[in-house]
């Protein structure tokens, strides 16, 4: 493997939405990059930021959320409460000094494959920029 | 109930300073009740606890447990088992009694307030909560409708609304609701404003705090 | 007009005769200068009845009012102490009431007091032991029935000769019970009541026929706040920023109306305009000019508004 | 709870969008089998097309996916696709219906869509789904979220060129090679019969081009220069070698000749696993081919391929044995040869066609070819037909002599080398038969033009292209021919129309590894199937107008002119640009946007179509809407419009924010649209004000009216059923779901252009029509499952079994599969792990069933592609293997793994290990879940006696279930009592209704009586109500409400104060009474609509009131053709048919004059009880004009029921802003509350027509009945449970559910203990909120544990942290 830093990412994605987008993204074979594993969730409302800090406290050099556009929440609005969630921990995080953009929100529709691959490419680079989390280099060193 | 909010991390932080096994202690009574001392909350305030230990390189543990109430000692003796594996700091996350009883029931121990307790209030709903009560300990809710201008007065006046009132809003905060404006607005609306007319009293605050810390004691219950 | 003479007051005396009254308003200095105080009693001297000395007016500290009364009456002015109880207990109040009759204070104002919130100690622990009326209530009990609020009994010539005052603001909400609320205040035994300031002439005269309607004018005289806005910026603060002062947007309109430099002379040819018509308005004994921070400007208004001169009791 | 009956249990759905998806649904829950046809090779309709809805702004897919798979998993509901329904015959509950099914070429039920048949199809096609502004390959899958989740071929027949091709050499196929530069490939499929490929590439006569159709646009494709240029770029030994011999056989054939025909016979016969000698008179191989001048054909390049020929098929040659002379036919037999070809050379007199196009210096050459000379015939006993050649079977090239063939031009006479090399393959394949001892003919045709080809149309439209040419020979400088250059020879291949779509190069074959693309499923025929069913629905949708043949809409000339269906997929992400607006001409963002409505509608000059289509006036705006919020506010949008149609719910509000929004709307119908040269369009148009106005514009929309099926004519045809004058299917207002022919229904956009809610409320009434024909045969024809019983796993330690997918390369292409497995070995609890190629093949599930048995496995996990696709038939194998259902996992490594990470296959295959050891460990705490049975009350509640809960109610009554009908009056029928319509006798209707309804023994009536409260959830409600005789309680399984409207009661214009203003319903009833006042001659009547209606107090639009005006006033001049009507409108919304009646009014005198808000009519009485005096500003002429009206009609549209509070207080629902009931969801569920069980149906929910109203109230039925037929509910699974001992009691849970579910209750079991929050498992929707607020964690979310789902976060990280560290 080669030496540059390889970020370590979990993507909550709801059903609805952002893992059909996922899945689409797949369909049409947009490449992009492996570093983001996801995590099903019936509803981003189901997202809690216990599963957050759990990603952060087992290595995750990133964490982000992806639901429904905002508005077509299936469930009428878990992706708004998510977004307060996200929110609440990337300022919980910033002052422990974990850098707040390790969390993020995003929303999109199932038919947004396209926007799924970006997703991942730009928050991978995000992380790749802010390097790896605080808390996995202590843990490896 | 005990409305109370978890203090800033940066704080908690500074009391588990250079400790390396920490015990979150958490209350399922009132502080579970306005999302601040809950099972989650201990959880999400030891993780926290963790990351930013392990940020740092320290080898810190952090345990998590949460009792029935922290205002009654027997189940403060619950915590014995915990109290056994020695821990260096113990943070409560109950309201003030909590650490208080804590600390008197184990006072070798390092015992911290995890929270900072706010007031006697309600929920309006999810997530909001109000002041409604500052234990006066002499209540006269009843002559202002069912409204309490003790507490809900920035002032604690007796005779307001002050002159401060606008738009049914307090002057030191659009965000607080000027408790007289409800209650003047009550009185006019039921056409009992000459029920309203008498003067108020000055209020004897000798059941209240000032009146030194309280206690209570019934004879008939006290073995 | 004339009603029963309480105290040794001058302003008691202006209202009881039914001259128009005049009062002014001295802000202490935020230190322990006296000559500050003694510079702003030149603009006010001869110009005004009585003058208040306001008590850590907006929560902001300031040289205390029985102080700073204290060396204006010495260059001669008389003033109208004012006391809030936002920071003192019934017992501090009592005893500074005390203090300040027997060291001449003739006037004393009770007020609430603007919460600590937005002055200089927003970290300060609020008192709010007893409200305004209830201070009314104190110092009339001291006055006339000579007894402390313990009960305790205070000798006839012991007891606080003060006329009293208190403020009342028709502007501020909710607007139907801003009267019952003065009425509580007459009822509590306040002699005369000065309003915060008024730009809204049409709710003032609102309020001024409920209360002579409800025979409150008869029980307390009753003065009109008038502050000259100075420019189109403090228009636009008062308007917006102060709690329970309503500024209609046609005094706004006309200020702005106006060059920058015109503008001054526009708020204060408004205020002698509303002067004017207090003279007239039922009800109304006088009026009490605050110019706060602009006390240089009294002797031109009261002369504008022909105020002055000021009638002399031998 | 099966009855004995005739009648089939079955319904024919024929049409599978929304219509046919909701009836489908709606039957199949209420207890019927259905068989859902649809023509497409998906379901899914003109749904999926959209990129949003409207008023609600979802995503068109989001919402109708969930849908799609309900219904394709559905076991009582079998899709038919890629089929059409030929007739039926039979009565009502017993129809035999005749289905063609139409080939998909591949077969489905093994298909993965895996789409590697699409990866390597050359052949590209207008993507239909995006409107043919995209491509797509010949083998599709129209959408990624498709159901069936499957591929299909489109194949029009095999193509001009290659039927034309004396040997069939696949020219299509290769000429769509060359087109993708796919040389080799291509030389594959010449060489599949051509073993000549570069020579006949120079000197093949091509009859191909002659038949090319591309011909009609502009010239034929030179298909033999691309031959050539793929023949001198490619290796034809490695292309021969593509080829699989067949095993060797011992025979042995001699071939007479060496020409082309013999040595193509030798090159089949090799193929086929036969050996050859090859007897030549002459002194060299070629035959006729060496007479051809040289710099035509290079000697070599012929030798070449000779060399070739003879290597591969190890022939031998005699050169210099003159056939006659040195041999005989009976030698050759005697010699041991088990079969002879002959392929000698013509004659000497008549030339072949290559050598006369080669003029007349290449007579010399051939000689020595005719010298076989006719002596022979005679000997060897063979006849000829002609002079000159002799006499074979036409298709299998036998002689008259056993074991003889004969081909070339001595068979077909002088023709040239491609016939000789096609009937030399043919007598090869006859030859292995015979040597094989086979039927020769059996399974061969002639491949011949049938005229049953459905080839691709010519698209004239598309630019013209020349033809490429051969660079000029140069005879002095040049000794050969040049061929094509590159560049040219790929440019020239894409020219290729692909007539028949499918180009048969088979690269699908060799990549399809499942095997569902094979030469079998190429070969697939229609069939056609009978089915019984009871009863027949139509929901076949409709078409869009296509505006090509307007010449004012420059549509077919101008790429930046579209349609609104287009625009949509423009708009799209998945669309042709990503969901990135651009134009198509130029790919620029437009700035400027225009909208012209009614293309195709409310237009008899143009298009002949005299209809409203009822839909463009939303869809425009929401386009204009959606591209403003793409693009942001620089985007211009304007919307060119007779009149705004925004009668829907919510709709008027819509188009209140578009204005808000700034979209512009422009009261103009365009009369030119003039391209300009940078690709914008100018439009001319006359404006209000009657200004001639030219704007510039960057693309125009076309919003496209809605037509009948093209094919729609026919289907009614066969199934008997009358069309209308609009060629819609016809039905009638008060059956407004029924046919012409008893027991067929239709519902939705081919009986009139409706919206998406309201077509989804009649595909329910018409599930409830349907019902209601066979109800005594429910669940007769219905599947269920059954399953081994449960394994008791408790105790047990988890024993997980891991199954890795190859999904043919789709997965194991990218991913080390098998590293993979080793690796999921060594993970905690795994007991096995073993790879398939396709995990989701029947093969796989059975040893997956198996595996769980034999390995005692308790958890599974399978890692392979998208629990959305997938999970649900993987449960059903464990359920099948007696394990719970739920214990099971998957892992996504091929969607969102190997797919997208194509080009990383280590960190694919370590991203899999990851997303398996994820797995693992949430497997690892998975636990049985159990669904529990729940009974239920069996009758319905229906609240309200008005034609719709009259409607209601005897609807659930004739479906078979008790029903109690409350009316809150002491008479049934509400407001219909009062209307009056000159087209239908509604109170004759309603007079019929409610003697049916009170005559009906199931249905109890309880007039005077209201509901006070109601309790419990679906299956389980309990109402109190109030009568005249005090409370009472009735159990019900289901509540419609239908508690109706009334008539708005204005303030203004004088209402209440003139005797001569009055309501429409006044209006009514003296109509209905034939008030003799309305017949006095020259009289005037004035109409005001919208009154107090669109305005911010009441901001919706009636919906009924124009037609509702429109109708009186022809009524009244029905009856008074004197009169003088006067309609003061705002818009006229006639929407549908509807149009019809506004048309008949303006041409019979209807004085029709516009207002607007800012300028309403002034009405004044110049003295009490004289005529009205209404002031209107003139629109048109610009000045106020007086009307002096004997009677004026207000037309006040229609308000919520003004008990509306009460009732959604007792039975919790919800009201809109304007006080009507508000749906679950406004698009997809228009009659279902937000309460499982609670249905609504007439002018509760909205202000709607008579017709609309009866719709719902039978759409409500048929909800109701999807509950009431079940013998009871099975409630649980994913959903949220509270813990009783840590629940504290905070309401938490109760303020944070969406659908307000969790409730604190009692301890059941002491109700002295504290309650606790309880979710009723029967109405939990599985969100799971809940258990992410809840502070005491107190609350599991089943299946998502906050357990299960840490120890997945874990173990997708650990890897990784332990890689770090060390």
Redesign the interface.
Known sequence: MSDEFEPRIIAFCCQYCSYSAADMAGSMRLQYPTNVEIVLIPCTGRFDVILALKAFESGADGVYVAGCLEGNCHFVDGNIRAKKRVAYLANELKKIGIEPERIAMYNLSASMGPRFAEIVTEFTDNIKALGPSPVKKKLAA | MIIAERK???EI?SFIEGQKKVLVVGC??CV?????G????V??LA??L???A????HDVTVDEH?LERQCDPEYIDELVEFVDKKYDAILSMACSVGPQFLSRRYPKENIFPALNTNFIGG?L??GIWAEHCQACGNCIIHKFGGMCPVTRC????????????????????KEVE?IW?LI??KF?EEGK?EQ??P?QP??D?SSSRDGGPRKIVREELVK | MTREIKTESRLEKVLASGKFAATGELGPPRSADKHEVIEKVKHLLGNVDSVNITDNQTAVVRMSSLAAGLLAQQQGLEVNMQMVCRDRNRIAIESDIMGAYALGIKNLLTLSGDHQKFGDHPQAKNVFDIDSIHLIQTIKMMRDDGKLLSGQEIPPEGRPKIFIGAAFNPFADPEDYRVHRVAKKVAAGVDFLQSQCIYDMDRFRRFMKKAVDMGLTEKAYFMAGVTPLKNIGMAKYMKNFVPGITVPDECVNRIKGVPKDKQADEGLKMACEQIEEFKQMEGVAGVHLMLIEWEHMVPTIVKMANLIPRPTFS | MTNKTDKSGAVLVIGGGIAGIQTSMDLAEMGYFVHLVDKNPAIGGRMPQLDKVFPTNDCSMCILSPKLNDVGGHINIETINCAEVLDISGEPGKFIARVKKNPRFIDGSKCTACGDCAKVCPVDLPAEFNENLSLRKATFKSYAQAYPNAYSLSKEGVSPCVVSCPANVNAHGYVALAAKGRYQEALEVIMDVLPFPATLGRVCVHPCEKECRRAQMDAPLAIRDIKRFVADNADMKAAGETFVKAPAKDAKVAIIGAGPAGLTCAYHLARRGIKSDIFEATKVAGGALRLIPKHRLDPDVLQKEIDFILDYSGAQIKYGVAFGKDFTIDSLFKDGYKAIFLGVGAHKNPKSEEEQSSGPATLAYRQKGAAAGLTWELESGLSLDKPTTIKVDPLTMATGRQGVFAAGDLQSGPKMSIWAIGAAKESAESIARYVNGEDLAKGRKPLVMTGQETYRQVPLNEPKQARANRPAFNKQTEAFEPGLTEQDAIKEAQRCISCGSCCQCYRCVKACLPGAMSLESHGQTPEIVELEVGAVVMATGFDTFNPSNSETYRYSQWPNVVTSMEYERLLSASGPFQGHLIRPGDHKEPKKIAWLQCVGSRDINRCDKRYCSAVCCMYAIKEAVISKEHSGDKLDTSIFYMDIRTYGKDFEKYYNRAQDAGVRFVRSRIHTLTPQINGDVALEYIDESGQRNTELFDMVVLSVGLTPGASLAQLANGLGVELNQEGFIKTSPFTPVSSTRPGVYACGANNEPKDIPYTVMEASAAAEAAGIDIADARFTKTKSRTYPEERDIKGEVPRIGVFVCHCGINIASVINVKEVVEYAKNLPFVELAQENLFSCSSDAQVKLKEAIIEHKLNRVVVASCSPRTHEPMFRETLLQAGLNKYLFEMANIRDQDSWVHQQEPERATEKARDLVRGAVAKAALLEPMYQTKMGLSHEGLVVGGGVAGLNSALSIAKLGFKVHLLEQTDQLGGNAHKIFSREKDIRGYVKDLVTEVEANPLITIYKNTVPKSSEGFVGNFETVCQGPKGQFHIKHGVTVLAAGGRAHEPKSYLYGQSQRVMLSLDLDEKLASDDSLIKKPGQTFAFIQCVESREPERPYCSKICCTHSIESALTILDRNPTANIFILYRDVRSYGFREELYHEARSRGVRFIRYDTDSKPEVVETSPGAPIKITVVDHVLKRPLIITADYLTLASGIDANPMKEEIVEVFKGQLTAEGFLLEAHMKLRPVDMATEGQFLAGLAHYPKPLEETIAQAKASAARAATILSKDFIMVGGVVAVADPEKCAVCCTCVRACPVSVPKIVRNETDPSKRGHAYMEPAICHGCGVCASECPGKAIKFQFFTDDQLKAKIEALVEDKRAADAN
């Not at chain 2, 609304?161 to 738009?167: F, L, R």
């Open positions: 800033p991390i940066d932080k399922r009574g579970t009740v306005c999302n601040a809950g099972t989650k909350e959880e999400i993780s926290l963790r990351l930013d392990q940020k740092e390189g949460t929920a709903a999810h920035s002032k604690s006046l007796m005779n307001g609304p002050c002159g401060g009132s606008a738009g049914g809003v307090c002057e030191i905060s000027c404006h003047a607005t006019m404003l309203f007319a003067i000055i209020k605050w």
